[in-house]
């Protein structure tokens, strides 16, 4: 375990969703797919109080609606089921009724009520979903053969070529809680609840208003913060679930180590959403965006999604070329308070803008720079406190060629 950054977090280096007490996952081939895994889950031994951030595309995909619905109600989720290969949006009463079904299902297979199971979806939007092979996964979910997180992790994906987990440990009240979790997504992401699902666990207590009111804020810093190609999914879904089974006193807002709990949600939401940035469709660089010296933290963040969601500042990444110009364009459509004459920007080391004017630079040293894996960009405007860091990837010829064919 790697000590991080001075807090009292340690990163748990093949931690997944089933390391926090009480987490079950698996996955399963039901032919949704023609032979990789398709259909997963996350089951706790009890149930868990839940909170959820969802997509704001006004098509929002059913299983979302049918999730939301059991959170707003209850407030505890114990299982998750999801699928692949069909995202079961746009799909009218029948798809919602499909949710619902699923829903109910696997409530039945698992013994748990039917306002604690939670359905998502992700893959082609239109298609109603085959419930014969939706199913054929629920009643797969007992089986041991089935079990295990990397089963869970690889059957959500969809073009992704990675799957994507991070974990945390830390102390409260003396227990050791973890909070662990893993994430899809790829393409159609965009700085706007990404195409992308991400499910967190802990077995940390904690209350229910303060949990939503942390996973929003931490998703602000996070999964509201990448971006692979500028889109907003229909599916779109954070979920955490907290079953108290470290038997902690209930973290609240109130709570001494509260602090050190929301650090551990916000590590996790950050290393999900970077590695889902990294993942983009033909990507073959990330990128980071870091803004200081912003009027706030949320002008630090605009400026920040400007700079990450330009195509030709992701474009000029791949290609290598240090055109700074296409930097300094994204800042001034930011539509951000700012002084141009104070604006400065480096390629990681190599500052090529000071006080809105060009410096003399190595253009070899930049592209040499721009080649690495791993390219970070600093924008600092001196015009006050606020700061930021947004993260994407570069836009490649690859990119095109799989979305030119994702159907066929």
């Not at 990675?162 to 979790?181: C, M, P, R, W, Y």
């Not at 090529?352 to 070899?364: A, I, K, T």
Request: aromatic residues 6%; charged residues 20%; proline residues 2%.
């Amino acid at each position: 375990m790697a000590q991080l950054k001075e807090k009292q977090l340690k990163m748990i280096e093949n931690g997944n969703v089933t390391t926090p007490k009480g987490f079950q996952a698996g996955g399963v081939h039901t032919g949704l797919r023609k032979s990789r895994l398709d259909f997963g889950w996350i089951h706790s031994e009890v149930p868990a109080t839940a909170a959820g951030v969802y997509t704001l595309n006004a098509f929002r995909a059913a299983p979302l609606q049918v999730t939301k619905d059991s959170i707003d109600k209850s407030g505890k989720i114990q299982t998750i089921v999801v699928n692949s290969a069909n995202a079961n949006a746009v799909t009218g009463p029948e798809g919602y009724q499909n949710a619902l079904d699923t829903q109910a299902k696997a409530a039945e297979i698992k013994g748990v009520d039917v306002d604690h199971v939670a359905v998502a979806s992700t893959g082609i939007i239109g298609v109603q979903l085959p419930m014969e092979k939706i199913y054929k996964g629920i009643e797969a979910m007992n089986d041991e053969v089935n079990q295990g997180a990397e089963r869970f992790e690889t059957a959500i994906l969809t073009t992704d070529i990675v799957t994507k987990h991070a974990a945390v440990q830390f102390e409260v009240d003396g227990k050791l809680i973890t909070i662990a979790g893993a994430a899809k997504g790829s393409g159609m992401i965009a700085p706007n609840m990404a195409t992308m699902l991400s499910f967190i666990t802990t077995d940390a207590d904690v209350e229910q208003a303060s949990l939503e009111k942390a996973l929003r804020s931490v998703t602000d810093q996070s999964f509201n913060m990448i971006t692979v190609d500028g889109d907003c999914s229909t599916n779109d879904m954070v979920l955490v679930l907290a079953n108290g089974m470290q038997e902690n006193n209930t973290l609240n807002e109130n709570h001494a180590e509260w602090s050190v709990f929301v650090e551990g949600l916000r590590y996790v939401s950050q290393e999900l959403a970077k590695q889902i940035a990294r993942d983009g469709e033909g990507a073959t660089k990330l990128i980071e965006v870091k803004v200081k010296g912003a009027a706030s933290d949320k002008v630090a963040g605009e400026v920040a999604k400007a700079i990450i969601s330009s195509n030709l500042v992701k474009t000029a990444v791949y290609g290598s070329d240090p055109n700074w110009g296409r930097i300094i364009c994204a800042v001034g459509y930011s539509e951000q308070p700012l002084d141009v004459n104070k604006v400065s920007v480096s390629l990681g080391d190599i500052q090529v803008v000071q006080n809105g004017l060009p410096l003399d630079f190595s253009e070899e040293a930049g592209t040499t720079y721009l080649e690495q894996d791993i390219v970070t960009i600093h924008v600092d405007l001196n015009n006050g406190e606020g700061e930021a860091t947004a993260w994407g990837c570069d836009l490649t010829y690859e990119y095109v060629k799989i979305n030119a064919s994702y159907r066929t």
